[in-house]
């Protein structure tokens, strides 16, 4: 087996490297990857991103936002978390078996005292009944990866807010996280490991997957990216990851109604995104205006579905001449 430490802190960039690792590398054995991250959501393939994420929040807190290749649910990783993957040759009885793919972790945390961790249900991993991990799988032309997330010391008081989205804003089609009780795996584990970093967790638990104590004693198995990678792991960051077309764009269609009540009357707005774009806009409400609010609808029909797109948008015209005496900020909030 080969080892690689990833050596950025974007989850953009690493996932790119694990795509370009399990495409276009070829390895005589299995290849593990690890990879920390600061702040950020991962959008399982087949979500609509805006559907799992507290929009406001993440953007105040600057949270990177992207979507991976793989099915399954959203999940929160930050500085706290290590991700692994597992890059293997494909076949139809490795597809699907989280169990057997996560059984190193799973050894590797019991021998570091967390004796009751397991995997459970699907594909999480679990400790005392509480997940710490969540996991998923890709494969193309005969290669795999099985990646997952594995909170070794995260703020989970952040993760409450920025995957919490208010259900009746947003419907669509996309498929849905699962919440589920979380944890972090440190208090599991045996005195001498509660008090590592995150990287020193991350090289002890290479060393037990590799069963050596010194992780200088299988450097030649630690895997080095060339020139050659990294522009073309740069290529699939621009084509993908750090790409809104790829992020928000590919989110299955969905609608958004946003209602409120002010002094000068009810303002009820509908959108329909349509490939994260707004296909169409219905304004209704008993409000009062000197000109028509077709021309607001006009404005927004074709733009990205996005709070600064839109305020930039409004922010241009005269919204007092569409709806008397509201103030404009309370507009643009209720249109965002």
Request: proline share 2%; net charge negative.
């Amino acid at each position: 087996m080969y080892f690689y430490r990833m050596k950025s802190n974007d989850i953009r960039d690493n996932l790119a490297t694990e795509q370009y690792l399990m495409n276009n590398v070829d390895f005589d054995e299995p290849l593990v990857l690890f990879y920390i991250q600061k702040p950020c959501i991962i959008v399982g393939h087949n979500q609509n991103t805006l559907e799992e994420i507290n929009s406001d929040y993440v953007k105040e807190h600057d949270i990177t936002i992207t979507r991976r290749f793989s099915g399954g649910g959203a999940v929160y990783d930050d500085l706290g978390n290590v991700s692994f993957s597992f890059v293997v040759n494909s076949d139809d009885d490795n597809f699907g078996d989280f169990q057997k793919l996560t059984k190193p972790i799973i050894d590797a945390l019991k021998d570091m005292g967390a004796t009751t961790a397991e995997v459970s249900g699907r594909n999480d991993l679990m400790v005392d009944g509480k997940k710490f991990s969540g996991n998923a799988m890709y494969t193309k032309n005969g290669k795999m990866f099985s990646h997952g997330t594995l909170a070794y010391d995260v703020d989970l008081s952040v993760l409450a807010k920025a995957l919490n989205v208010p259900k009746d804003k947003i419907e669509s089609k996309g498929i849905k996280s699962v919440k589920s009780r979380v944890t972090n795996v440190k208090p599991y584990l045996k005195p001498e490991f509660q008090d590592l970093t995150t990287e020193q967790f991350r090289d002890r638990l290479i060393m037990e997957l590799f069963h050596t104590d010194d992780l200088s004693k299988i450097a030649d198995k630690e895997y080095q990216l060339t020139d050659a990678d990294k522009a073309a792991i740069k290529k699939l960051n621009d084509d993908y990851y750090y790409n809104w077309d790829w992020v928000y764009g590919k989110s299955p269609d969905f609608t958004v109604k946003n209602r409120k009540h002010f002094t000068m009357g009810t303002i009820d707005v509908r959108y329909l995104v349509s490939n994260g774009k707004i296909e169409s806009v219905e304004i209704y409400g008993d409000y009062f205006g000197k000109k028509d609010s077709q021309d607001v609808k006009n404005l927004l029909v074709g733009t990205e579905y996005n709070s600064d797109k839109i305020t930039q948008l409004l922010e241009s015209i005269d919204l007092d001449q569409y709806f008397s005496g509201i103030p404009a900020s309370d507009v643009i909030d209720l249109f965002k």
